[in-house]
């Protein structure tokens, strides 16, 4: 499927699930796009306002579905409109299969109207799930190229999350199904390493979603399909609905900047209405930001050195990242043979907002558990 150029960088929003899970409701939603503005959310470039599961009243005798009149007194078309009228754009859950991972009415045999029905509510976004659906991979590429050819058809342009966890290699086929994005794992907890969770199983966190499962990856990465892995915990802080002890402000800043440099869209899930300072200090840092939506749209990739991640960027320059995964400090060293490149480089450190000086053949940092340092490496000419 050629590209309609919906997504020609990573999609930045906000998603009400590792927040709020069912809990939300017109208000909350209309609180949160508020608060995008006020906060400087918006404009430090989000612009999507997902309503995740749990959203739904039913399916009509006519087939449409509609929204729960408790939840959602005014209606998916009156949201949407307010939505849009603070300059934001409007997402929407469904679900691949006959319910969604909550019990929900999803969309299987319902593909053409549920897409009609979103357009009509201008939705701009749908994240598409993949429970109670088939396990084999030729059945999720037929039922996603499905609603990807249906949401095209209303003539609507509609960003396409796939969300199948990457369990049957999405990467490989999700551009042909019409995916704008599709998930390379499955959930994340608010956690550096694994949570057990409610349902029964662990969801890995920061370190092992965020460095292991993405390893490899870049190749597949690009405008208008990005690999998706998952939604951000930035500022949860153990209070939200997924699982999870909560995460230390630095191992926050750390998964931020990893998003980042990995191209992965930028899905806030924090309550942006009383976000504390530091946790918007993170989310809105716009040189970390322009790694993430740097137009040439590569991924970084993990050049070994221990863990280093370099990103190269549309002028030239690079986005490096040194990471300390241990529970100890120690020094990260970034060598230009590592990265690709050679000769002197200006070092500007993008958290610190401060050009370090002229580096030539590497660069060494002293970094402290779960911390990082992201640097942008411009040729010295």
């Not at 939300?24 to 609180?31: M, R």
């Not at 550096?192 to 349902?199: F, H, I, Q, V």
């Not at 280093?308 to 241990?326: M, Y």
């Amino acid at each position: 499927m050629m590209s309609d150029s919906l997504a020609p960088t990573p999609p930045m929003g906000w998603s009400s699930w590792n927040g709020f899970g069912s809990n939300i409701n017109e208000g909350l939603i209309k609180g949160i796009a508020d608060a995008m503005l006020t906060s400087g959310m918006k404009e430090a470039g989000y612009t999507y306002i997902n309503i995740d599961d749990h959203w739904h009243g039913g399916r009509g005798e006519d087939g449409i579905l509609f929204p729960d009149p408790q939840k959602f007194p005014s209606g998916m078309k009156a949201l949407g409109d307010y939505i849009h009228s603070k300059g934001l754009k409007f997402g929407i859950y469904s679900d691949a299969g006959p319910k969604t991972c909550g019990g929900q009415p999803a969309s299987q045999d319902h593909e053409e109207v549920d897409a009609q029905t979103f357009a009509a509510w201008g939705v701009d976004y749908l994240k598409y799930d993949y429970c109670h659906a088939p396990e084999d991979r030729a059945s999720a590429e037929r039922l996603y190229k499905t609603m990807g050819d249906a949401l095209k058809a209303t003539g609507r342009p509609i960003v396409f999350s796939i969300c199948e966890w990457g369990q049957r290699r999405p990467w490989l086929w999700g551009r042909q199904a019409g995916g704008h994005l599709w998930r390379t794992t499955g959930d994340i907890g608010d956690s550096w390493g694994d949570s057990p969770c409610r349902w029964g199983f662990v969801l890995p966190g920061i370190d092992r979603i965020g460095f292991d499962f993405q390893r490899g990856l870049e190749q597949y990465a690009g405008p208008d399909g990005w690999n998706d892995p998952d939604m951000m915990i930035v500022g949860l802080k153990g209070k939200g609905f997924i699982p999870g002890g909560g995460c230390t402000d630095e191992e926050y800043r750390t998964h931020f900047s990893l998003w980042c440099l990995l191209a992965a869209p930028l899905m806030a899930s924090c309550d942006l209405r009383s976000m504390d300072a530091v946790t918007r200090e993170i989310l809105t840092n716009t040189e970390v930001i322009a790694l993430n939506q740097d137009p040439l749209g590569k991924q970084a990739g993990w050049v070994g050195a221990g863990e280093v991640w370099a990103k190269p960027l549309a002028n030239g320059d690079l986005g490096v990242g040194l990471f300390n995964r241990s529970n100890d400090r120690t020094w990260v060293n970034a060598h230009w043979s590592n990265l690709g490149i050679s000769g002197k480089y200006q070092v500007r450190d993008l958290w610190q907002h401060a050009d370090l000086g002229v580096f030539e053949n590497k660069f060494s940092a002293e970094i402290g558990p779960h911390a990082c340092v992201i640097l942008r490496l411009s040729p010295r000419r």
